[in-house]
Structure formats: structure tokens, C-alpha cells
């Protein structure tokens, strides 16, 4: 599979959505990885980072989101990322959708296939995504 993670566009969003480590175990998989140019910068990650642990580094989020299968975001999607949203792709981030129906919308109609970190349970019916955050 195609793993797309473009650099977040929302207002002091520094974070990214993977790190080396997880590129590494994906690669060797045999899955490829596309990562936007600079995207991991805000959280002290260099794309030389990625590229040794086998990602290619792309420029532009264009060529991100029209490559990969599935995206890895860290926040939902704003209204200038709309336009890539296309049935079939997966997209794996925050979504945090009851204050935003726009974006539902925008979801629903897109036939995209969507799902939000912050409703993946365990088989104990918790929540370990959101867990480190309520620590903090």
C-alpha cells in the first residue's frame, strides 16, 4: 500500500503524523511511503530522517494525497484539503467531527473511507490512541 503523510496546514500544528521508526517497520512490510517535504520539521524531524528509514520525500502535498491509498494526519482535514478527498482512499487522523459538519459532509459525499484516531477502542473498550493525551 501507498502511505501518504502531507505536512499539516492548520494554524500552529507542529506535529506529524509518523515517525522514522514506524516508516522503517512499514517499508520493511513492503509498503511505500510518501512524505511531504518538510513535514516532519515542527516536530524536530528531518526528511533525511525518513528517507534512511525508507520513505520518499515528495515536494508539494499534491503529489502526497493524489499518490497514496491511505493518509496519515495528525488533525482532520481543512477546506483547502478537501479537494483530495476521493472515494477509496483511507484517511487515518483526528477528526473530531460534531463541531464541523461542513467536513462531514464533505466526508460523506467524498464516499472516502475515514477513520478517527480518536474512536479507536481496544478489546477492552479503550481508548489507547486518545490515552497519552489525557495524560498530558
Known sequence: MIIGIPKEIKEQENRVAIVPSVVAV???RGHKVVIERGAGLGSGLEDGD???AGAEIVAGADKVWNTAKMVLKVKEPLE????????GLL???YLHLAPLPQLTDKLLNSRI???AYE???DENGLL???A?????
Not at 80 to 87: D, K, V, W
Open 91 to 93: 484517511l487515518f487522523t
Open 50 to 52: 525518513f528517507e534512511k
Open 113 to 115: 473511507r475515514a477513520l
Open 119 to 121: 474512536t479507536v477502542q
Open 26 to 28: 512499514l517499508s520493511a
Open 128 to 130: 489507547p490512541i486518545l
Open 80 to 87: 483547502p484539503e478537501y479537494r483530495y478527498l476521493r472515494e
Open 132 to 136: 497519552p493525551m489525557s495524560e498530558v
